[in-house]
């Protein structure tokens, strides 16, 4: 199977509900010479189930991006803003980083100039660095890959919902070397993640899914792969399921016109595997897709504890 990115084509097996939920698309309104998003236009996580029966391999999995979707706001938006705005408050150096280059400063008011302008409610607090003021008006998190002499590395990130990786690890680091913890990144990714690198155009911007099964549900998971820290009170899931959450990143990237720097957002789409119960096509490609995992891939994502269980409910589901 793929771990990744296998198929990353919006869909769902519902699709009356599919059919209305994209016709909620695009709503755009022109503010002067100012594009806002107010609507969402994809309210609905089922379009993200980045999973197929192919073997398993990682792949980039990158899809052309129209820019009038760069940007994703839904009903969570004012909760997920508040969170943000809180951890910039209070956790500032775990969220916010930056190597200290006039590059990279000059890359950050770019950025900035196409979130202000783009997001729905735009923090425009100069007190914060405009990486920290991106993170804070958006449910994406940011990350600017630049240049700085010997190939792009990661110069400047607001991150607050981090799946399992803490930021302060990765600052200064190539693709190769933020990656490095990855189970057969170096064999399936690091050439064309670097090649792709060094083409992506700024009419040219993709996206792509990235996924995993965490035992919770937290949004702010500032920690190393394998420390889990499930609080038992949060889980909103039946008895009969295993408390797992299926959490989609959809990453955007496209290089900014003005200084060349490579934006690359992040925005995480959170279910419980239990709202899958009823559908048994994604149920069965589910537990495909997690036997076909290698066993170190298995072990980087650390499912070891929760692995049975979860085969074991989707097994019975399927059955019923
Ligand atoms: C086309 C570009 C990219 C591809 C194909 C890619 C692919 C991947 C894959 C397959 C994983 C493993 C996911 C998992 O199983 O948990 C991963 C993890 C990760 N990626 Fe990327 N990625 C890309 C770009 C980036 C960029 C630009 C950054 C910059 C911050 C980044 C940061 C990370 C981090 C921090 C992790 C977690 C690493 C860890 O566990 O320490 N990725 N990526």
């Not at 594009?35 to 029966?53: K, Q, R, T």
Request: proline residues 7%.
């Amino acid at each position: 199977m793929n771990a990744h990115t296998a198929d990353t084509t919006p869909k769902s097996t519902n699709g009356r509900a599919s059919a209305a939920i994209r016709s909620f698309r695009v709503v755009l309104t022109c503010v002067g010479s100012h594009i806002s998003a107010l609507v969402p236009w994809s309210l609905d996580m089922s379009d993200y189930f980045p999973f197929d029966a192919r073997p398993f391999r990682l792949r980039m999995g990158v899809r052309p991006l129209d820019l009038d979707q760069w940007l994703e706001v839904d009903h969570d938006y004012d909760a997920h803003i508040a969170l943000k705005r809180e951890l910039v408050t209070t956790r500032h150096d775990e969220v916010v980083a930056m190597v200290d280059h006039p590059l990279v400063a000059d890359a950050q008011a770019e950025l900035w100039e196409l979130v202000s302008h783009a997001a729905r409610s735009p923090l425009n607090d100069q007190r914060l660095s405009p990486i920290a003021r991106c993170t804070c008006s958006t449910q994406e998190d940011w990350v600017l890959m630049i240049d700085l002499g010997a190939g792009p590395v990661l110069a400047a990130a607001g991150v607050c919902f981090p799946s399992r990786w803490v930021l302060a690890d990765k600052v200064g680091l190539t693709n190769r070397e933020i990656h490095a913890p990855i189970a057969h990144y170096d064999e399936h990714l690091a050439r064309p993640v670097d090649q792709f690198f060094d083409r992506l155009s700024v009419d040219r911007p993709v996206w792509r899914l990235n996924w995993n099964l965490f035992d919770d549900p937290a949004l702010f998971q500032p920690v190393r792969k394998g420390a889990s820290a499930l609080d038992p009170t949060s889980s909103t899931l039946a008895a009969d399921a295993p408390p797992v959450w299926l959490r989609v990143e959809r990453q955007t990237l496209r290089r900014l016109p003005r200084t060349g720097a490579i934006a690359f957002g992040i925005r995480i789409h959170q279910q419980p595997v239990n709202s899958l119960a009823e559908d048994h096509d994604r149920l069965a490609v589910l537990g495909t897709a997690l036997r076909a995992l290698p066993a170190d891939t298995f072990a980087y994502k650390d499912l070891g504890h929760f692995a049975e269980d979860l085969l074991g409910w989707i097994d019975r589901r399927l059955i019923d």
